[in-house]
């Protein structure tokens, strides 16, 4: 009866909603210490992060439909700056960073938006979604109070805003857009900046609510958010958390951590749906009013939009809907079954504050009463290995381990946080007709690169200062001069490099390659240097696996070889070559000819090749053609047979892949107890990832063209495109 009238009540204030919306054309976003309040109406708002480059343009209604039948009220995303504004000026809202289009479908749907514009994001995108570009405009620092930066950050905010007015996309104006963000969890660096971080901060501040939105602006981990401003929480667990100013601002957590995101290299971190559901009815059993789900789609980093360094090509972040767009499950239903329970409480917990009520050691109850909203409790066990039984106003309740019991009425059992009731998604990979692919070779010419060069200085440079991230490649060349009687057996060449991948040529041959990681992303290489008599060639082909996107003046992290460069057992001693002239070639060859485009590709002659036997080439292009494999399932590339390059399907880029196995610990794993991500982890032993994502909207009937660019050796031959289910 309980739950009938609930649901009642619930039906009725969205309608009412709706109703005034279209009445009054403009709505009206507020809040008090309860929650937000839309249209006179508070609100217990369940939201879910779905990035709209992460996925593609065909994707998104059905990602953004699924989000709303598995519960969300509303779509968080973050704004990505330089896939947006590649240049200074250059501007690109087309395909995948069609915000307006994404935007509008969250409004087709019916559900409301959030819009994380920072301009800063961080989200293990490429240097935090600012632009390269950005870096070396002159005299600037950023987030900061530098007045270059403030400027450049001004208009791109300014530009996003005013491209949501003239769309009519905010809720002040009958849009689905109720929330927004400026800066992005600068809590923590503002104190690296001093008094210019805070001065930053206020100013941030200032100018997003000077645009008049006619919705509230939040700051996520801002402590000192100035009002109107909310600061808000992000973490694994917020039921800590309360804002600045509790008696006039609600409390919100704008990001709770579905899972957590993998680097090349480390396991792949999994968090049960019984402590994230744990985790979020304790916010709410606090007060909490807002939970977005951070990731509730991850999707994939496509190209080279993967920062880190060393993000995988995949961001899946063990959410409720995975990479491919299939829900998860238990966690997906098990989320839902939850916000069912809290909706049918929400009439309850936006009209009282909660009652603490201590039920044993471990044990109690949080409970919303009064004659307005009726009554709703949480009961609560906070033992990680023992079940109990409670005794709540002359009633018996069992109580799982590190679990919450949800009684939208004081009494009828609607949810238990540790009770799943659906089984565990079984995923299967099966077969194609894409598998032994015809393929054709093209290897990079490294005895050209000195030819090709168009700059030489003394010294090592900064990798970033040089390809301006035109490509995650960039060559230093130099030549060395032996004298015969310097050779005394095999000297030995050690290069110092900042990241975060290395290649060493000697004399045109591989002389060995070095990797950093997600820990150290730093490489010092040893190896035999081919040496003779005569001038020698030298060159170091340095890789970048994406750049740094967080921390205080990120900017100035560096990338490449900046030595030094020694050679040992030549003549006397050791010979220093770091300061010595150097060649610099920025990408590839096959870039330059833009052989992953289907109009590039015949650019240069390729060569027929079996493949049998030919798994350590270097530096060598793939291509084939394939028909699109029948079904509407989704679709992967196979690369478990490969080494570390890029792959492009008809010159779309599917992004960096490199199969390099996982360390780390994996074991069973107990839902119970502080989620941390070495906690519940996989794939150890195994590469890190082994299957890239190829949307279909991608495919033509016939004729795709596949191109890899291998950078140390694999057997193409095993190449396949996988059905995923």
């Known amino acids: 009866m309980a739950a009938s009238s609930g649901s009642k009540w619930l039906y009725l204030l969205l309608c009412t909603s709706l109703v005034v919306c279209i009445e009054l054309t403009e709505c009206i976003v507020t809040y008090d210490k309860k929650s937000l309040i839309i249209n006179g109406q508070r609100r217990i708002l369940f939201s879910g992060s779905i990035h709209y480059p992460r996925s593609t343009p065909q994707m998104w209604e059905d990602l953004i439909q699924k989000a709303k039948d598995g519960g969300l009220d509303v779509i968080d995303t973050y704004v990505f700056w330089n896939g947006h504004e590649p240049s200074p000026g250059i501007y690109n809202f087309e395909g995948r960073y069609d915000l307006v289009k994404f935007v509008k479908l969250v409004q087709k749907v019916g559900m409301y938006m959030h819009l994380r514009i920072g301009p800063f994001v961080c989200a293990e995108w490429n240097f935090g979604g600012l632009p390269v570009w950005l870096k070396y405009v002159p005299g600037i620092s950023f987030r900061t109070n530098n007045e270059p930066f ?37 809590g923590a660096d503002t104190k690296a900046y001093g008094a210019a971080g805070h001065a930053y901060m206020t100013w941030a501040a200032r100018m997003a609510v000077g645009l008049n939105t006619g919705v509230p602006w939040v700051m996520c981990k801002q402590d000192d958010a100035p009002d109107p401003i909310i600061n808000t929480c992000n973490g694994f667990y917020c039921d800590y958390f309360s804002p600045n100013n509790k008696e006039t601002k609600p409390t919100m957590w704008t990001e709770a951590w579905t899972g957590w995101f993998s680097d090349f290299g480390g396991p792949l971190p999994h968090r049960p749906v019984q402590d994230l559901a744990f985790a979020v009815a304790r916010f709410i059993q606090k007060g909490g009013s807002f939970t977005n789900y951070y990731m509730y789609h991850g999707g994939t980093n496509f190209g080279r939009t993967a920062g880190g360094p060393f993000i995988t090509t995949s961001y899946d972040y063990d959410a409720p809907i995975d990479e491919y767009g299939l829900v998860r499950q238990p966690k997906y239903d098990h989320l839902k079954e939850l916000h069912k329970a809290v909706k049918l409480s929400e009439r309850a917990i936006v009209s009282a504050d909660p009652t603490f009520i201590s039920l044993g050691s471990y044990e109690q109850a949080h409970v919303f009463s009064s004659k307005v909203g009726g009554c709703a409790a949480f009961l609560a066990n906070y033992h990680i290995n023992s079940s109990t039984t409670v005794r709540f106003r002359n009633n018996r309740y069992d109580l799982p381990p ?121 490489i010092k290489f040893t190896g035999n240097a081919n040496l003779q008599a005569g001038m020698n060639k030298i060159q170091l082909l340095s890789v970048t696996v994406g750049l740094q996107n967080n921390g205080p003046r990120f900017e100035l992290s560096k990338t490449g070889v900046l030595g030094p460069v020694m050679l040992h057992g030549v003549g006397r001693g050791s010979r220093d070559i770091t300061h010595q002239k150097w060649s610099y070639q920025v990408g590839l060859k096959g870039e330059s000819k833009n ?30 053609y394939f028909n699109a494999p029948e079904g509407v399932e989704p679709l992967a590339i196979d690369m478990k047979s490969m080494g570390k390059g890029q792959a492009w399907i008809n010159g779309e880029s599917i992004g960096r892949y490199w199969t390099v196995h996982a360390k780390g610990s ?60």
């Open 150 to 186: 403030k400027m450049a950050m001004q208009k791109f905010t300014t530009k996003i805003v005013e491209m949501m007015k003239n769309e009519k996309l905010f809720e002040s104006q009958g849009g689905p857009i109720i929330l927004s963000q400026i800066e992005n969890e600068y």
């Open 402 to 522: 590190w679990s919450i019991t949800i009684l939208p009425d004081c009494k009828t059992v609607a949810f238990n946080t540790a009770q799943v009731g659906s089984k565990t998604s079984a995923v299967n990979w099966l077969p194609t007709n894409v598998n032994k692919l015809v393929w054709q070779t093209f290897n990079e010419d490294v005895a050209s690169v000195d030819s090709d060069s168009r700059m030489a200085v003394s010294g090592l440079l900064d990798q970033l200062s040089v390809t301006r991230d035109a490509s995650d490649y960039l060559w230093y060349s130099t030549g060395v001069v032996i004298n015969p009687s310097e050779l005394h057996g095999v000297p030995t060449l050690t290069v110092e490099s900042e990241g975060h991948a290395l290649h060493v040529f000697v004399n045109g041959e591989l002389a060995g390659s070095a990797f950093g990681n997600g820990e150290n992303k730093k």
């Open 595 to 624: 052989l992953a485009s289907p109009t590039g590709v015949s650019s240069v002659d390729w060569i027929e090749s079996s493949l049998l036997g030919l798994t350590n080439r270097p530096l060598t292009w793939y291509k084939a």
């Open 666 to 725: 994996c074991t069973d794993c107990n839902y119970a107890g502080t989620f941390r991500p070495a906690k519940c982890q996989s794939q150890c032993g195994r590469p890190t990832q082994r299957w890239y994502h190829v949307p279909r909207s991608w495919l033509k009937p016939s004729q795709n063209l596949i191109v890899v660019f291998e950078e140390i050796g694999g057997d193409a031959s095993a190449i396949s495109i996988m059905k995923r289910s």
